[in-house]
């Protein structure tokens, strides 16, 4: 099969519109030896969502993931690895976002033990079942509609609080996450926030400072969990089913 005709494959089974469709652009950037290797990753990875592709939402969102992916720069061996790693990001987020919790960090515990012990697909299959109600929510869907990255959880942020976490999130990225050094990556998150605060007049010790220090903390637990996630998933287990 040739790139075009693997394209309009992926096209096909996410329902995305040929006006929206532009993920042409992203592959056309890599070398011509790796980008149908590239679209052969994508095509496996997205066939997991078999069971919701009539959800046109849902398929939105891993297509959202699937370009954002593709737009980082990594060897080819590890597109695999980003994809999983990025949609169970995305959904968890976006699920912890659309239900307005409060108790995030027992959330994301939850989700850890729960999900711990399922390889790939059932893993996608039970995130599918806790997001469907979600992505069939006519009033969230056109909250966010115009929000295509993981920061739709920032929605209900002022300006300065926006400029900092979307600040917080770069620097995340640019920072090597690992589970063994999680507390000198959380002291390291402190003192980044501290300065940010500063920078944008936001007092510290103030009831503004400490909730979204809260909410900075979260967006790192959130990156240890799912790097946990992906580590557990070397092993075969039973699938674990998710209490609502």
């Given at each position: 099969?040739?790139?075009?005709?693997?394209?309009?494959?992926?096209?096909?089974?996410?329902?995305?519109?040929?006006?929206?469709?532009?993920?042409?652009?992203?592959?056309?950037?890599?070398?011509?030896?790796?980008?149908?290797?590239?679209?052969?990753?994508?095509?496996?990875?997205?066939?997991?969502?078999?069971?919701?592709?009539?959800?046109?939402?849902?398929?939105?969102?891993?297509?959202?993931?699937?370009?954002?992916?593709?737009?980082?720069?990594?060897?080819?061996?590890?597109?695999?690895?980003?994809?999983?790693?990025?949609?169970?990001?995305?959904?968890?987020?976006?699920?912890?976002?659309?239900?307005?919790?409060?108790?995030?960090?027992?959330?994301?515990?939850?989700?850890?033990?729960?999900?711990?012990?399922?390889?790939?697909?059932?893993?996608?299959?039970?995130?599918?079942?806790?997001?469907?109600?979600?992505y069939s929510?006519?009033?969230?869907?056109?909250k966010i509609?115009?929000?295509?990255?993981?920061?739709?959880?920032?929605?209900?942020?002022?300006?300065?609080?926006?400029?900092?976490?979307?600040?917080?999130?770069?620097?995340?990225?640019?920072?090597?996450?690992?589970?063994?050094?999680?507390?000198?990556?959380?002291?390291?998150?402190?003192a980044e926030?501290?300065?940010?605060?500063?920078?944008?007049?936001?007092?510290?010790?103030?009831?503004?400072?400490?909730?979204?220090?809260?909410?900075?903390?979260?967006?790192?637990?959130?990156?240890?969990?799912?790097?946990?996630?992906?580590?557990?998933?070397?092993?075969?287990?039973?699938?674990?089913?998710?209490?609502?």
């Amino acid at each position: 099969m040739d790139i075009k005709s693997k394209l309009s494959e992926i096209k096909t089974f996410l329902s995305i519109s040929e006006k929206k469709f532009d993920l042409d652009k992203v592959i056309y950037e890599f070398p011509d030896e790796i980008r149908l290797p590239l679209l052969d990753k994508v095509s496996n990875f997205i066939t997991n969502f078999n069971m919701f592709k009539n959800i046109k939402p849902f398929m939105n969102s891993v297509y959202i993931c699937v370009k954002k992916t593709l737009e980082i720069k990594a060897d080819i061996q590890d597109y695999e690895e980003l994809l999983i790693k990025n949609s169970l990001m995305r959904f968890i987020q976006e699920y912890i976002a659309y239900s307005n919790l409060s108790q995030k960090e027992e959330v994301l515990n939850f989700l850890s033990q729960s999900l711990e012990k399922l390889q790939l697909q059932p893993l996608i299959i039970n995130l599918g079942l806790l997001l469907k109600p979600m992505y069939s929510d006519q009033d969230y869907l056109d909250k966010i509609k115009d929000y295509e990255e993981i920061e739709v959880t920032y929605i209900l942020n002022d300006e300065n609080e926006l400029k900092i976490k979307k600040e917080i999130d770069r620097w995340l990225k640019s920072q090597e996450i690992s589970i063994d050094h999680q507390d000198d990556l959380k002291n390291l998150l402190i003192a980044e926030y501290e300065e940010l605060a500063s920078k944008y007049n936001l007092s510290k010790g103030s009831k503004a400072f400490d909730k979204l220090l809260k909410e900075v903390n979260e967006m790192l637990a959130m990156k240890l969990t799912v790097l946990s996630l992906m580590d557990s998933m070397e092993d075969s287990f039973e699938p674990v089913p998710i209490n609502k």
